[in-house]
């Protein structure tokens, strides 16, 4: 039997005059509307929102919950994602109504604990980091990439300096040059050599008196440490140029080694990564981003700073490029960071990097036997298999296998990220994940590539959906429901 | 403490496995002058029970809307929240799930945010939604850099002085180095006078940008400004209040061309100001220009109907530096929320909430005039915001801050001091009232407003 009262759209179980929630009934002289607002701005009609009954949409809901894997019902070893255990007890805390139910406009004198706990979050960013000076204002990773790049723009206008080229590797994510970009620079690409690292020969080579800021991620998108990191910093500073750490992969080397000690001068955290801020499908993150002194005058505004009598927000920074975020950033996301942090301390966080490295690497040994791993002596948190192989001798895909695993109950890894591996698998397990979990996974890839091309082409069976079409998808976009057209008279 | 599951005999069989002899040496990549020594410096490690205890304590240290009576607004709202929106955004497969990449794993979260999509659509009666941006000021920014790619018109972006500061200087900040000029009009009759409008539109301009209600709370004569800016084809990119729609026409109806909100209102809460959501609406025409996530209906390979990322040639992913956008995480979460609370209102509950808004908002300020201790300034229709100036003699006597501090003894959050953003707003009030708000909560503000003042 088919469950399917799930897959119907809200807009198709809606039925004229269902309700669920029923405001309050006014409780002072009312005034026709009519009399308080011009004609014009009036709404016309009714809405045309789904209606429903509170039941109809608790169940529709639920049901839909039961078609997403998740980490807390599957293992999700997405790679850069660091999809690892969300605790419980965040969720808990940051519902107190002190958290909760705080307006972000109060007076500073009625916010004490939540002004305390964010200052408290710059410091502890900026002991990870090794760079003293923090915003929490970026909502995401790539908020935090633009806003850095936005600070060094200014830094280099202060100083008169015309530098218009941002570096990146063609490992980096899309962000990177997206940012770069937006940030009013021209973007240029530098090769990796074959193993993986930056090809200090190319970087040399476009490396001038143009080039701002040098974007790196280190640990890089293939799970490997640049050891050449100390070189390309004194390229980079020989031009006064910045380096930009890309904060993605800090689940490799917390405590282990600090982006400030290694000669970055900027960076950003995804919080909602390495400090577990559950993803949301989607979101919220939280990219707050760690600098230098000399740029701390150009980090947006406000800032949460000391006072003689507690904590308070600062405004009054005139070099400041301004605010990134409406209010402060996602507080919510930085509050489970915060208890994270505090939950592990400082030998808590080494301990994770070490676990997570530890997982990646036994798992890369298990998954070795089965696929190539172009990279893979040695990895961090993180590696990338290729599938380069099977495609070319069984027509079985990097798609075909991620596939297959989820019809074993696992979450696929990324696929064709980085975009210098072919058929690239990147499988990031965390340090949350048990020896036998990681086994299990090795031997579900090993089963499916023991499976025909011809069943795999066909995966997943057991999801109730299979291989969407994306390319009608993107020809025809279908981008909302609307109402059937019924024909007249036919 | 840490969540780390495998035992010290587990850990050591791995190690065995890889034929490392010690964590240590996993690490070799990492050049040893590099290596930080000893252990960070950050609080903890705590158990559970002495963090949820320090973090109650942190929590208690702040006024929440429990303890004070909110009548504050300037773009953050205290609109009440069915349980239901919890209970179901709670779902762990929704909340610990990543972005949605692998369809066939993802129906429910992309399936909820086509529903999204079409609420959001419905709501602002605009064609397409995107999936969420990352609050209402980014939402806005990323519109006029959608604006100045649909017109190819890159000389100058007029902003209403009324649209909220913080939008205006996220838009600031976000084009410091894109180009265009920023041109804000002065609106000192604290709407946006269209006529002024026209003067500075021209060829030039890529887009002009207004907030209904704006930031004073009062409404701006939007079908006019939009005839004004459609005439020099200039874009009109409005910012709403999406509460309001419960009873102010659809910005589709009056013919807006990009629609942004703060989306916070809709179910989630305050939170110190995140994470909430950014709306973002347009006409069909700009879809292949929207920026962020898209979800779209197709077809799996047996026919069936499902949902997938789409359109995604327009993202950072593929097209690096050509994107529409740097945005990759969303507020997936609270674009799940926001659904989840629309369906639960429905038409008839978002126009009650709308209507309760602003039948109380209209009755506080009713007493408060009557107290003869300030005048609307300006005095336009108005939603569930209104500006409020203090009389002269009051104003000479106490500052709008001593004001507040001293209703906030009294347990009132009561409003927001305009002058923080606007030149020559020094006494006034800015008050919002929603529909959380009771006639007894209201009269006694009135009677400490004037007793204190
Ligand atoms: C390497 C890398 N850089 C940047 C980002 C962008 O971060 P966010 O999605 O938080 O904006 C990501 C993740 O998506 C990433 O994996």
């Not at chain 2, 025409?285 to 779209?296: A, E, H, M, S, T």
């Amino acid at each position: 039997m088919e469950k399917n009262q799930s897959t119907n759209l809200l807009f198709e179980i809606s039925r004229s005059q269902r309700r669920a929630h029923r405001v309050e009934a006014v409780d002072v002289p009312e005034i026709p509307l009519e009399a308080m607002f011009p004609p014009e701005a009036l709404a016309k009609g009714p809405l045309d929102l789904p209606e429903l009954a509170e039941l109809d949409i608790v169940r529709h809901f639920t049901n839909l919950s039961t078609k997403n894997m998740a980490i807390d019902s599957n293992f999700y070893p997405l790679g850069s994602c660091t999809m690892k255990y969300n605790p419980k007890r965040h969720e808990r805390i940051v519902s107190f109504p002190g958290f909760a139910a705080i307006h972000p406009h109060a007076p500073d004198g009625n916010s004490q604990g939540i002004l305390e706990l964010l200052f408290g979050m710059q410091e502890i960013l900026g002991e990870i980091s090794g760079l003293p000076a923090v915003s929490l204002q970026p909502a995401a990773g790539a908020q935090g990439e633009l806003t850095a790049l936005l600070v060094a723009a200014a830094y280099f206008k202060h100083k008169k300096d015309r530098l218009t080229q941002v570096l990146v590797p063609d490992s980096a994510h899309g962000t990177n040059p997206a940012s770069a970009a937006l940030a009013g620079f021209e973007a240029v690409t530098v090769k990796s050599r074959a193993d993986g690292l930056v090809d200090l020969l190319d970087l040399r080579s476009k490396v001038d008196n143009k080039t701002a800021v040098f974007m790196i991620t280190n640990p890089n998108t293939l799970g490997l440490f640049d050891y050449q990191i100390a070189e390309i910093t004194e390229i980079i500073h020989g031009v006064n140029g910045l380096v930009y750490l890309d904060g993605a992969n800090m689940n490799a080397i917390l405590g282990i080694t600090r982006p400030g000690d290694f000669g970055a001068d900027m960076m950003h955290f995804n919080v909602h990564k390495t400090f577990t801020g559950p993803h949301g499908a989607g979101g919220p993150g939280s990219g707050p981003i760690a600098v230098r002194d000399f740029l701390a005058p150009f980090l947006p505004s406000p800032m949460v700073v000391r006072t003689p009598t507690g904590y308070g927000l600062c405004s009054d920074r005139p070099q400041s490029i301004g605010r990134v975020h409406g209010f402060l950033g996602n507080i919510g996301v930085l509050v489970r960071g915060f208890a994270y942090i505090c939950t592990l301390g400082g030998r808590g966080l080494r301990e994770v990097s070490e676990q997570a490295v530890l997982n990646a690497n036994y798992l890369l040994s298990l998954v070795k036997e089965t696929l190539e791993v172009p990279k893979g002596e040695l990895c961090m948190h993180e590696f990338v298999a290729s599938a380069r192989l099977s495609r070319r001798e069984k027509r079985i895909s990097a798609m075909d296998i991620c596939k297959g695993l989820l019809d074993y109950g696992y979450h696929a890894p990324t696929v064709y990220f980085p975009m210098v591996v072919p058929e690239a698998l990147m499988m990031e397990p965390t340090e949350t994940e048990s020896k036998e979990t990681l086994e299990g996974f090795a031997l579900a890839i090993k089963k499916i590539m023991s499976e025909t091309a011809e069943t795999l082409h066909h995966a997943p069976y057991t999801l109730g959906i299979s291989r969407p079409d994306e390319v009608a998808a993107a020809k025809t976009p279908i981008l909302r429901w609307r109402p059937p057209v019924h024909e007249s008279g036919a | 403490m840490s969540y780390v599951v495998n035992t010290k005999a587990e850990q050591k069989e791995m190690l065995e496995a890889i034929g490392v002899p010690h964590v240590e040496q996993l690490f070799d990549q990492v050049p040893f002058s590099l290596r930080f020594q000893g252990d960070l410096s950050v609080p903890g490690p705590f158990s559970e029970q002495e963090l949820t205890r320090k973090m109650s304590r942190m929590a208690s240290a702040n006024q929440s809307t429990e303890d004070l009576v909110c009548f504050l607004g300037g773009g953050a709202y205290d609109h009440f929240i069915p349980a239901a929106v919890d209970a179901l955004s709670m779902r762990s497969e929704f909340y610990t799930a990543y972005t949605p990449y692998q369809a066939e794993a993802s129906q429910g979260s992309l399936q909820a945010f086509f529903e999204f999509q079409t609420l959001i659509c419905q709501l602002t009666g605009m064609d397409v939604a995107n999936a969420s941006l990352y609050d209402g000021a980014s939402a806005a920014a990323e519109a006029v850099l959608m604006a100045m790619s649909v017109t190819g018109r890159n000389g100058k972006v007029v902003l209403a002085e009324t649209v909220n500061p913080a939008t205006r200087q996220v838009i600031a900040t976000l084009l410091a180095n894109l180009g265009p000029r920023i041109e804000v009009i002065p609106c000192p009759g604290g709407f946006l006078n269209p006529a002024e409008a026209d003067l500075a539109l021209d060829d030039s301009t890529s887009c002009l940008v207004v907030q209904n209600p704006n930031v004073l709370g009062g409404l701006e004569e939007m079908a006019d400004l939009c005839q004004k800016a459609q005439k020099k084809g200039v874009l009109l990119i409005v910012s709403v209040d999406p509460v309001s729609l419960g009873i102010l026409t659809k910005p589709g109806d009056y013919g807006a061309d990009i629609v942004v909100a703060e989306g916070q209102g809709l179910g989630n809460p305050l939170a110190f100001g995140g994470p909430y959501l950014g709306l973002l609406a347009c006409r069909e025409k700009f879809v292949r220009k929207i920026p962020g996530r898209l979800v779209g209906q197709t077809q799996d390979r047996n026919g069936k109907h499902c949902f997938v990322l789409t359109l995604q040639t327009r993202e950072q992913h593929i097209r690096r530096e050509k994107a529409t956008s740097n945005i990759c995480t969303n507020q997936g979460l609270y674009a799940l929320r926001t659904a989840i609370h629309l369906s639960l209102l429905g038409p008839t509950g978002l126009r009650e909430t709308a209507y309760s808004c602003t039948q109380k908002a209209h009755y506080l300020a009713n007493k408060l005039l009557e107290t003869g201790l300030v005048h609307l300034d300006p005095d336009r229709p108005f939603f569930k915001e209104f500006t409020v100036k203090l009389e002269a003699s009051l104003a000479r006597r106490w500052s709008t801050n001593e004001i507040l501090d001293r209703m906030s003894a009294h347990g009132f959050l009561a409003g927001f001091p305009t002058g923080r953003w606007l030149v020559g707003k020094g006494d006034c009030l800015t008050i919002a009232v929603t529909e959380k708000r009771t006639k007894e909560e209201m009269d006694r503000f009135v009677e400490v407003f004037s007793q204190i003042a």
